[in-house]
Every structure is written in C-alpha cells, then in structure tokens.
T-cell receptor
Framework: DADVTQTPRNRITKTGKRIMLECSQTKGHDRMYWYRQDPGLGLRLIYYSFDVKDINKGEISDGYSVSRQAQAKFSLSLESAIPNQTALYFC????????????FGPGTRLTVT | GEDVEQSLFLSVREGDSSVINCTYTDSSSTYLYWYKQEPGAGLQLLTYIFSNMDMKQDQRLTVLLNKKDKHLSLRIADTQTGDSAIYFCADGGATNKLIFGTGTLLAVQP
C-alpha cells in the first residue's frame, strides 16, 4: 500500500463550487505539505503543517484553506473554485531526520470549468 | 523571494551521460534535492546533498554542489530510456520548506 495517498485522483468541478482534496499518510510523519504544479512553474507550496496544532501559509495560499484533522490527515479546501486553480495538486510528508526528505502522494488532477 | 532555476529541456542518446543543472539564490540552504517525476506520477526523491558537501555519488547518479556559485548539478551515467522524465531541483532553505525549480524534461533517444 502507498505511504501517502490522495483522494480523489481526478476531479472536474464548476466555478464557485467548494471542493476538498484529502491526503492520508501511514509514514508516521509530523510534517505535511500541499503543493500545486503548473506547467513551466514547477511546484509551489500552498500550506504546510509541522504538527497537528501548527498550520502555516506557503507561497500561494490565497483562495485555499487547510485542515489537519490528525497526524495522518491533511485536507486542502477550495472554498469557491475558480478556473485558474486548475492544476495538479500534491500532498507530501517529511520527518526532521537525516535529509528532511519529503515523500509525495500520487497527485490530484483538478479541473475547474 | 528565493528562486531556483533550471533549463527546461535536455535531450541525450541512450548510453551517454546526462547533466542537469540548477542554480539557486538562498544562501541559507541546508539540503538540496533532486526529484524525478515520471508521466502521470508523483515526485520521487532521487538523491540529496548536504550543503557542506561538494559531491555525492549514488550508483549512476553524481551530484555536484558549488556553494560559492550556488550551482547544483545532477549527472546520470549510462542514461537509459527509463530515465526519461522531468527532473526537479529543490532548495531546502533554512527551514526545509522546499522551493522547486521549474523542472528539466530529459528525453532519452534510443
């Protein structure tokens, strides 16, 4: 089983709808992250959480919110989706051990029409 | 803000060496990373290097770090068609919030 899972894997929604993307991990890591990937722009950090009570904005947090329901779960919400939020969204986890490696989920492809 | 830059595309022949380059601006980086993304997949960590190292070798992969010039490179020896993917350089910064480059698409010609 994958260590970091994301649901849904693909989603098409309409402008103005609320949508939630979910991330779960079995790695036991405290740190979790949400990124979006756009062609030619690499990955950009939306929000991150270093433990259950810690939530921080990343580079591009406007239009997004998050919830850290438990150590293993970190959800990303778009309160009112807009077309320029069409992108590939990745969740990642890390542990402050050697290398601070981040482990990525498979991604959610979101299309806002 | 901090920035990471990579060239967008590299084409090599199977069996040749590939060298993917990256420059970064953050002088407080502790770790620098190389990730690989295959089509339709998430990112896979290939290797990383601590900022006080100049070189790290891991099988076919060699990472070179020039901290003075803030330049990082990834060399893949004996490149295979299975190495075709997008390669991302990432700067861990002082707090390890990763800043990614735009990615380099490596195309391996048979």
């Amino acid at each position: 089983d994958a260590d970091v899972t994301q649901t849904p894997r693909n989603r098409i929604t309409k402008t103005g709808k609320r949508i939630m993307l979910e991330c779960s991990q079995t790695k036991g890591h405290d740190r979790m992250y949400w990124y979006r990937q756009d062609p030619g722009l690499g990955l950009r950090l939306i929000y991150y959480s270093f433990d259950v009570k810690d939530i921080n904005k990343g580079e591009i947090s406007d239009g997004y919110s998050v919830s850290r329901q438990a150590q293993a779960k970190f959800s990303l919400s778009l309160e009112s989706a807009i077309p320029n939020q069409t992108a590939l969204y990745f969740c990642a986890t890390s542990d402050p051990g050697q290398g601070y490696e981040q482990y990525f989920g498979p991604g959610t492809r979101l299309t806002v029409t | 803000g901090e920035d990471v830059e990579q060239s967008l595309f590299l084409s090599v022949r199977e069996g040749d060496s590939s060298v993917i380059n990256c420059t970064y601006t953050d002088s407080s980086s502790t770790y620098l990373y190389w990730y690989k993304q295959e089509p339709g997949a998430g990112l896979q960590l290939l290797t990383y290097i601590f900022s006080n190292m100049d070189m790290k070798q891991d099988q076919r992969l060699t990472v070179l770090l020039n901290k003075k010039d803030k330049h990082l490179s990834l060399r893949i020896a004996d490149t295979q068609t299975g190495d075709s993917a997008i390669y991302f350089c990432a700067d861990g910064g002082a707090t390890n919030k990763l800043i990614f480059g735009t990615g380099t698409l490596l195309a391996v010609q048979p």
